[in-house]
């Protein structure tokens, strides 16, 4: 390890155990001292749940079965608290309670009782532990939301000592989380904490001085974590969309009970749109950087018709680091950045200069994207830079991943300068022109890639290049194996006209060639990891540099 990365990873040890000693001081704190704490009597609303619902995923509970995470669980009648779960993944989800919104697709008197009835085995089991997956900050906020949200599912025809007890556990998550947000690390779970406590205190009626701290606690969140472009602190795409599911119905519930909306709200809200119509290929799914996996197209849909800002997609996010070319019917999106800190780098990839291409209803050249379910090695070799459609040396990242048991996998070094250059040509040709110095340290050279998409979106040129630290084309290689691979999206079909053009053909027919002046395209095999159902075999094209530079053409076939 260099000296740089040691003293960094020193640095954040310090940081991490000083966030554990102030969460653990946050955690003896009497309630009746704790600021803005609040008591759960009753739920007066429940925040609209936006999220799509499947109607077998509730036949599944109600005949005992959970469908969850990839896996299923069949309870036999028993309480699924009392059994063995399947996966870490799956208890989260368990233990969450977002598959409540499910019970909406058959709200019967049964349904509702079976409800209410895991809801009780849950407070009888876990609701006075406070430890275990059960309890972890995430997932308390995930089950704040949705207690509150499915509450009339879960109350229906409730008795009074029920009603109690419901409250009373709803209560206690609140009071575990506000002992915990302002100490929890950094990112996504720290907004989402917040979010739930601002939804508990309108929709439990706490008193307005705790509404509208709640309310102020949130709005700094807000401001930390959007950027000013709008997309979220992580880089993650998805991110925002996750965010918009609960941002919406916390700012409806604010309006409908007729309380001061937060400040920053609305118009954070406001500016997360736009990004995330920035991330959203022309074939409506979003683009797999920083963590993303493949979301379904209704959940992205239910999100986008409360869109008020409409407009074109902006052709850059500089604050989030990313860059969109387009003409036609073709999108491509680039990852120009790096993380904002180490700290915010735990679903960070190492796919500095990667870039994806959609175009019409298909995705054609994609990032292999986050596995949604699989357990942490594969979520590892998908952060890898080999995982992603950009250059990579000798099978080692542009990024150093670091495995540490307090700060978990964080991106210890990376690229640190990333120098980016926009031009519109006289024919109305887009241009893009970025570099990134994340293989200087190790093999002394610059990665620099050039993209150029025509105004029709037909024709598109790429080079990429190995340039000395100085800017200059390097005389040799680095003595490594270069590669530059470019993943394949699994539904296209990959065939060969000969060694230097391949074409890449859609489902519904349309078809790209993709084609190099000199050296051999070799196809290779491939994992697709963010597909909605798991993780699926796909291909890839492999360049392997022969000189410093390589061109490479993509053609679309009308």
Request: with cysteine; hydrophobic share 40%.
């Amino acid at each position: 390890m260099r000296i740089n990365d040691r003293v960094r990873l020193i640095s954040l040890h310090v940081a991490e155990t000083w966030r554990r000693m102030r969460q653990a001081a946050a955690i003896v704190m009497p309630s009746a001292v704790q600021r803005g704490a609040f008591r759960v009597n009753r739920v007066v609303v429940a925040p609209t749940d936006l999220r799509a619902i499947d109607s077998f995923v509730a036949d599944e509970i109600v005949n005992g079965r959970f469908p969850l995470a990839g896996r299923v669980l069949d309870t036999e009648g028993q309480s699924p608290f009392e059994l063995e779960l399947p996966s870490v993944q799956f208890a989260r989800r368990l233990h969450g309670f977002g598959w409540l919104r499910h019970i909406r697709a058959d709200k019967t008197a049964a349904a509702c009782d079976n409800a209410r009835w895991i809801t009780d085995q849950w407070i009888s089991l876990h609701g006075g532990r406070s430890k275990g997956v059960a309890w972890d900050n995430e997932v308390v906020s995930r089950r704040i939301i949705s207690w509150l949200s499915h509450s009339p599912i879960v109350l229906h025809e409730a008795d009074a000592g029920f009603y109690r007890r419901f409250t009373s556990s709803l209560g206690q998550q609140v009071r575990h989380l506000q002992r915990r947000a302002d100490s929890m690390p950094d990112g996504l779970p720290r907004l989402k904490a917040r979010i739930a406590i601002a939804m508990a205190s309108i929709a439990a009626e706490a008193r307005p001085a705790a509404v509208r701290r709640a309310g102020r606690l949130l709005d700094r969140e807000l401001e930390r974590q959007v950027l000013a472009d709008g997309s979220h602190v992580s880089r993650n795409p998805q991110a925002s969309v996750d965010l918009l599911f609960d941002l919406l119905p916390l700012r409806q519930s604010y309006i409908n009970l007729g309380h001061e909306v937060p400040a920053k709200l609305i118009p954070v809200i406001d500016r997360m749109y736009p990004a995330v119509r920035f991330f959203r290929h022309s074939s409506g799914d979003l683009a797999l950087f920083n963590g993303a996996s493949s979301s379904l197209a209704t959940d992205l849909m239910s999100v986008l018709r409360y869109d008020e800002t409409a407009g074109q997609p902006f052709k850059a996010l500089p604050h989030g680091g990313y860059q969109r070319l387009s003409g036609g019917d073709t999108t491509i999106l680039v990852d120009t950045g790096k993380p904002l800190s180490a700290r915010l780098s735990s679903t960070a990839h190492a796919g500095c200069l990667s870039f994806e291409l959609s175009s019409g209803r298909n995705r054609f050249l994609i990032n292999s994207g986050s596995p949604r379910f699989a357990g942490e090695r594969l979520r590892q070799l998908a952060r890898a830079t080999a995982a992603h459609s950009t250059v990579c040396i000798g099978d080692v990242s542009s990024a150093r991943i670091a495995q540490s048991s307090r700060l978990g996998t964080i991106m210890l070094s990376g690229p640190s300068k990333i120098e980016v250059e926009r031009q519109t040509g006289p024919d109305g040709s887009d241009r893009l022109s970025a570099r990134h110095d994340g293989y200087v340290k190790r093999f002394g050279v610059l990665h620099e890639r050039e993209i150029r998409i025509n105004e029709q979106g037909t024709k598109i040129a790429g080079r990429d290049r190995l340039l000395l630290p100085d800017g200059l084309p390097t005389p040799n290689l680095p003595g490594a194996e270069v590669i530059a691979r470019f993943h394949v999206h699994p539904t296209i079909t990959v065939e060969r006209s000969d060694d230097r053009k391949i074409r890449l053909v859609a489902p519904d027919g349309e078809s790209w060639s993709f084609s190099i002046p000199v050296g051999e395209i070799a196809i290779g095999e491939d994992v697709f990891f963010a597909d909605v159902s798991g993780i699926r075999p796909s291909q890839q094209l492999e360049i392997v540099f022969e000189g410093p530079e390589i061109r490479w053409f993509l053609a679309h076939h009308a």
